[in-house]
């Protein structure tokens, strides 16, 4: 699952007692985190400007070492926490843990500087993680073998995993109910959208800005072994439960 850097401050207590539950159960969750809100805090304390490019942010080297701090850090160390508070296990490391996510710049890399593309996934050390009986808590920062480190869109992360991990479903924890649609004038949530329908809906301009990379990530994921991807709103009580049991709940992405 991934789990938005603007969700995590609202996540209740229960979201938590939720994940425990499931790994009680027998279940395997594997969590890719971002940190946006608290990156351009802490870059603003420091006096780094930052600027966005299309939804991602613009990462020069000292913007990276802050990225870095406050994702593989802080961000990635309280979820660990909550998740151990809860009475779950929990072991978390970053993409350059381990060469775990593999990178390359993105295509456009001379506007956006340091951002990448995964190349590749380490599944093993995942694997292993989860074979002790732990949760595995990612932070999504990217290295190549020059040992170059890259920010990586946490969505785009969390689809390579997915797939490189073969997993059936990803669900993507947001701080909104799914993707919505204007139906008369009043916004609805789509229980169900094909890959097809979110492509159109992008060129409308009825998906637009940071829900872009999360259903694109989304569609890239679907495409290998993950057959389905939910986006849902982290503080609905038992959601991920929910999900797992295969209750209509958020937006669903299908292949067709």
Same mark, same amino acid.
């Given at each position: 699952?991934?789990?938005?850097?603007?969700? #995590?401050?609202?996540l209740p207590a229960s979201f938590f007692e939720d994940l425990h539950e499931?790994?009680?159960?027998? %279940?395997?969750?594997?969590?890719?985190?971002?940190?946006?809100?608290?990156? @351009?805090?802490?870059?603003?304390?420091?006096?780094?400007?930052? +600027?966005? !490019?299309?939804?991602?942010?613009?990462?020069?080297?000292?913007? #990276?070492?802050?990225?870095?701090?406050?994702?593989?850090?802080?961000?990635?160390?309280?979820?660990?926490?909550?998740?151990?508070?809860?009475?779950?296990?929990?072991?978390?490391?970053?993409?350059?843990?381990?060469?775990?996510? /593999?990178?390359?710049?993105? $295509?456009?890399?001379?506007?956006?500087g340091h951002v990448g593309d995964v190349t590749g996934v380490e599944a093993?050390?995942?694997?292993?993680? #989860?074979? %002790?009986?732990? %949760?595995? !808590?990612?932070?999504?920062?990217?290295?190549?073998? +020059? &040992?170059?480190?890259?920010?990586?869109?946490?969505?785009?992360?969390? *689809?390579?995993?997915?797939?490189?991990l073969g997993v059936e479903r990803m669900i993507v924890v947001t701080d909104?109910?799914?993707?919505?649609?204007?139906?008369? *004038?009043?916004?609805?949530?789509?229980?169900?959208?094909?890959?097809?329908?979110? /492509?159109?809906?992008?060129?409308?301009? +009825?998906?637009?800005?940071?829900?872009?990379?999360?259903?694109?990530?989304?569609?890239?994921?679907?495409?290998? +072994?993950?057959?389905? !991807?939910?986006?849902?709103?982290? @503080?609905?009580?038992?959601?991920? $439960?929910?999900?797992?049991?295969?209750?209509?709940? &958020?937006?669903?992405?299908?292949?067709?």
């Amino acid at each position: 699952m991934k789990c938005g850097g603007s969700t #995590l401050a609202a996540l209740p207590a229960s979201f938590f007692e939720d994940l425990h539950e499931l790994q009680t159960e027998g %279940m395997q969750p594997v969590i890719v985190h971002g940190g946006g809100p608290a990156i @351009s805090e802490n870059l603003a304390k420091l006096g780094i400007e930052t +600027e966005f !490019v299309n939804g991602l942010r613009k990462t020069t080297e000292p913007v #990276l070492d802050v990225v870095e701090m406050v994702l593989a850090g802080s961000i990635n160390k309280q979820i660990v926490r909550l998740i151990q508070t809860s009475g779950g296990k929990a072991l978390g490391l970053s993409g350059v843990d381990g060469g775990l996510i /593999q990178a390359e710049p993105v $295509s456009n890399h001379v506007e956006v500087g340091h951002v990448g593309d995964v190349t590749g996934v380490e599944a093993t050390i995942i694997q292993g993680i #989860l074979e %002790m009986g732990y %949760m595995p !808590v990612i932070a999504p920062i990217g290295i190549d073998k +020059e &040992g170059q480190r890259y920010n990586i869109n946490a969505d785009t992360a969390a *689809g390579a995993v997915a797939s490189h991990l073969g997993v059936e479903r990803m669900i993507v924890v947001t701080d909104v109910p799914g993707i919505m649609k204007n139906v008369n *004038g009043i916004k609805e949530v789509l229980p169900s959208v094909t890959v097809q329908e979110i /492509q159109t809906m992008i060129q409308t301009g +009825e998906i637009y800005g940071g829900m872009i990379p999360k259903v694109k990530a989304a569609i890239a994921c679907i495409h290998g +072994e993950v057959k389905e !991807v939910v986006i849902v709103d982290g @503080s609905e009580p038992g959601v991920l $439960s929910r999900v797992v049991k295969g209750e209509t709940i &958020g937006t669903r992405i299908v292949q067709m």
